[in-house]
């Protein structure tokens, strides 16, 4: 019956506790001679060879997240752990480029095991998604909070993943290391209006909105920013650039999102690095704000 619904071959997936049984097998890539649902997807499927870990304890769930991920991720590995101990387990052996993670878990929780991967990270970071009950604002505070990066209300819906996945891998791909960065030279360096387009559209109203909010937020961060450096607040500045970060990543800002990165994993032992960051950040912002305010203009 779930093979005649979800109309996908079975294939096999690793197991994240027993690694040295089989290793993850990659999902088979869509075939061209395969029937065609009767309305076409919207969304074009990834191509990309990923590796995304799924931690998820409900079977139902996982059976959703694997067989949406098939369709929208056709070349994808995908690695399932049943709770957040095996998904820290897996990371501390490899990094993925992507992680779906269930915020209630038995023996460790998604946001303890969040936590844990965000230490395990140097000089990257892997984007990881919420998979939450409810969209009740505490719970949504609290994966933020704990270091997670968007989030996806259940029950599990195809386009929710799609989108989360190409908002998140897309803006990977731009904020991935000095090699990449050189390829966007002038205003892509710091602005990517692919990142705007895929919120707005051709939507002018939308987008004047959305640089608005960006603008407010941007510069209520700074002054924030510039006020825990004085006080030397590490823990507030951790939480500022983890706010600032999701501000500019969703805004495309690639440059602004490495700074505000550098303030959340600030060290606990190198405050003195905290001036030079924050006149950087300045800069940044600075430069930007002429930027959306280009853009409101034309």
């Avoid at 004085?230 to 500022?240: K, S, V």
Wanted: proline share 6%.
């Amino acid at each position: 019956i779930l093979s005649t619904i979800f109309e996908t071959p079975e294939s096999k997936v690793t197991s994240i506790p027993e690694p040295q049984k089989s290793e993850p097998s990659k999902f088979e890539p869509t075939k061209p001679e395969a029937p065609k649902a009767e309305a076409s997807d919207p969304t074009p499927p990834i191509a990309q060879p990923l590796k995304i870990l799924v931690a998820e304890d409900n079977s139902v769930n996982m059976l959703l997240a694997r067989t949406i991920l098939k369709r929208i991720a056709p070349n994808a590995t995908l690695l399932e752990a049943k709770n957040g101990m095996e998904a820290v387990d897996f990371c501390k052996r490899t990094l993925p480029d992507l992680i779906l993670m269930d915020v209630q878990m038995p023996e460790m929780n998604g946001y303890e095991a969040t936590k844990i991967i965000r230490g395990l990270e140097h000089g990257t970071h892997v984007p990881v998604i919420a998979f939450t009950a409810g969209n009740v604002r505490s719970e949504r505070d609290a994966a933020l909070a704990a270091g997670m990066d968007d989030f996806v209300v259940k029950p599990v819906v195809e386009e929710m993943i799609a989108a989360v996945l190409n908002k998140w891998l897309h803006f990977k791909e731009h904020a991935g290391g000095p090699e990449q960065e050189a390829l966007h030279a002038g205003e892509g360096k710091h602005f990517d209006t692919e990142v705007l387009k895929r919120y707005a559209g051709n939507d002018e109203e939308m987008v004047r909105e959305v640089i608005a909010l960006t603008k407010a937020e941007l510069k209520e961060s700074l002054l924030v920013l510039e006020s825990q450096v004085r006080q030397n607040d590490l823990t507030g500045l951790h939480a500022t650039g983890h706010k600032l970060y999701g501000t500019a990543a969703s805004a495309g800002l690639i440059t602004l999102s490495k700074l505000a990165r550098r303030f959340e994993h600030l060290p606990a032992g190198e405050l003195g690095l905290m001036q030079p960051l924050i006149a950087e950040t300045r800069e940044e912002i600075a430069l930007v704000l002429d930027l959306l305010m280009e853009i409101l203009d034309s």
